[in-house]
Every structure is written in C-alpha cells, then in structure tokens.
C-alpha cells in the first residue's frame, strides 16, 4: 500500500500517520521526490481499510500495490534513482558504457586495453576475475590475482571496475577492491549472497537470469533493496528461448517494462545476449534507442586467442566506432554519453 500526501503536509502530520502504522506492525519505506511525500506499507494490509485514512485532510492519495515487489516499485519512489559508481552515476539522462575483456588473463593485457576503452568513451572497465563457466575445463579466471590485478589498474588508470563475485565468502574482498559487485545470471537467486548484498552499501549490479521472467528478476533485486543497499543497477543479457542463431534471446521489450514497473536504472549486454560479435553493434544501438541506462560490452585486443568468449568480444577499432553510433542515438533521445 503506497500513502501520497498533499504537497504542503508537514512533518508533524506525517509522523502522526509513520505512528499510526507503525503501532499496526507496520513496515514503512518512506520516499521524498522533488514534488512528492511518499510512505510505502509494507505488511498485511488485507483486513486494513486504505479509505479510512482519507480522515486524514493532508492524506492526497492510498493506492494498494498488486506486484509483489515493493521497494524496487516505481509506485514507492516515482524518481529514477541515480547509482554512484566511484563517481560516474548510471541513470538519468546519462548513457554509460562499461568495457573490458570478458576475463582477465594477465596484467600487460589489461594494461594495454584500459587506455583503449577510455579514450573511446568507457567510463568504467569490465573484466571477470572468477569465471563460472559451463564446462568444468574452460579457463575459470584467475582468481585472487585477477582481482589485484583489476584493483591495482584501476587505481593506476583512475577508471572503477565491475567483475563478477560467485560466493559469500568473498563478500569482504570485493567490498574492499571492487567499485562495482556484478551478479551473474546464474547467481540471480542464489537468494543467501543476495541477502548478504543487501547489507553492505557498494553498488550491485544484477544480471538476469537466463530462463527468469522480468518479475523474478525484480524480487531478486527486493532482497537486497530488503536488506538496506539502495544501489542497485539491473542488466538485461538476454534469455533463453527456442532460437539458435544468437547464443540468446536478448528481451529489448524488457528496458521499456523496467522503465514503467521501478526505479532501478537498467543496463544491457549485447555480447552475451548475442553470442556473437557481428551482433553486438545492433543490439547496442537498439538498447539505447529503447531506453537503456547504459551497455556493459566486451572488448579484447586479439579475440581469435581470447580464453573466455572472443567469439562475443569487439576488437578495440570496431568498440570505437560503435561508441561514436551510440553517442548519435542517445542524441536522438535527449541523452548524454
């Protein structure tokens, strides 16, 4: 149940209802836009009556939620929220690109590729220290050094990082050398790390789950806003379906949805969602031109010897010159990139 008040309540007022709830075993999620007071209740409301608080003359509006999410509604807070990454912010009226190689192989590799990317326009660099992999012989990252590796260039190179974490356990490292937390698809409902994510306060960014409808997805992203972390940053990498052309399906009709059911910006990513690196440009344009918050791509200096996914990965001349076709597009929709 969401309570809109009037626009001149004041706060004497409001806290007369925050008790009044609050004494009914309430939860209150409370949000203040640039020209709205909001309280979400969050709770049994079945046997409450939502017109008895039109007593109440400041009370404008009581709307009962149907969606079982409820902190990641856009009817709680109708403003876009922004995420600070180390000080680039996602959301809004800005388009922000994420680039790097799928996974990091070695320091001189990524030394190499983080000039690159930055000159074209990427303000935040991607790379996978750990990499879950479907086949138990295919390179699995390198682990802790990996991780050093992306924590000392990014420091080197004044660029934040997002790589991917697999386990709890290593909640307290990440918390420590990495700016952006990424929940891989397979880990979208691994609901225990996604509880401990709720705790901590570093950006999360939560990638969709393969085979997961747009709701589950979202009350994967309920329990950490549950927990008290607010920064999260939502990432469309395509679904599975019955096609084969494309390694998936990627849901271009899911930006628009987001954008109507919550206020969590939402990212795309073109490489995994196509497979393929032929595609990755389309699906960037296409991304953005719906409405996406940003593209997390995959960029590597010599793919054919890649060893995770070069198959997806742009060479750094092609990664350039989608930029430049992306800035157009945001152009055309009033954004910046």
């Known amino acids: 149940m969401i309570i809109k008040f009037k626009n001149d309540v004041k706060e004497n007022e409001i806290d007369i209802i925050r008790k009044y709830l609050l004494n009914k075993g309430f939860e209150l999620h409370e949000s203040t ?17 939502p017109n008895s608080l ?20 856009r009817k709680f807070k109708p403003d876009d929220t922004i995420v600070d990454v180390s000080g680039v912010k996602i959301g809004g009226k800005k388009v922000v690109i994420m680039g790097g190689p799928c996974a990091v192989e070695s ?15 990427a303000k935040i660099l991607r790379g996978g220290a750990y990499k879950p992999r479907t086949s138990p012989y ?25 790589t991917e974490i697999m386990s709890v356990e290593d909640i307290p ?7 952006l937390i990424q929940v891989g698809t397979r880990n979208m409902q691994n609901f225990a790390l996604l509880k401990e ?28 806003l549950d927990g008290g972390n607010k920064n999260v940053i939502l990432c469309e990498r395509g679904i599975r379906t019955y096609e084969t052309s494309t390694r998936n399906t990627l849901d271009i009709s899911s930006i628009p949805v987001i954008k109507k059911l919550t206020h969590l910006p939402i990212i795309v990513d073109p490489s995994h969602a196509s497979g393929r690196w032929e595609y990755v440009e389309s699906l960037s344009l296409a991304a953005i031109a719906a409405g996406a918050d940003g593209l997390i791509i995959e960029v ?17 001349d092609k990664f ?18």
């Open 33 to 49: 836009g640039k020209t709205t007071k909001l309280i979400g209740v969050i709770g049994d409301t079945a046997s409450f009556d």
């Open 54 to 73: 039109y007593a109440y003359e400041f009370i404008d509006t009581v709307l009962r939620i149907q969606e079982p999410f409820k902190k990641v509604n």
């Open 107 to 121: 320091e001189s590799q990524i030394d190499e590729i983080i000039p690159i990317i930055k000159a074209s326009g």
């Open 138 to 162: 295919s390179f699995q990252g390198l682990g802790d050094e990996g991780l050093d590796i992306l924590q000392k260039a990014s420091k080197k190179y004044n660029i934040p990082i997002v």
């Open 173 to 179: 490292k990440f918390i420590e050398k990495v700016d």
């Open 197 to 224: 994510l709720g705790k901590i306060d570093k950006p999360i960014l939560l990638k969709r789950g393969l085979s997961s409808t747009i709701e589950e997805w979202l009350m994967s992203a309920e329990y950490i």
């Open 300 to 316: 590597h200096q010599s793919p054919e010897t890649a060893l995770s996914d070069g198959q997806q990965s742009l060479k750094p």
């Open 320 to 337: 350039n010159n989608l930029i430049k076709k992306c800035k157009k597009i945001a152009q055309a929709i009033e954004k910046d990139l």
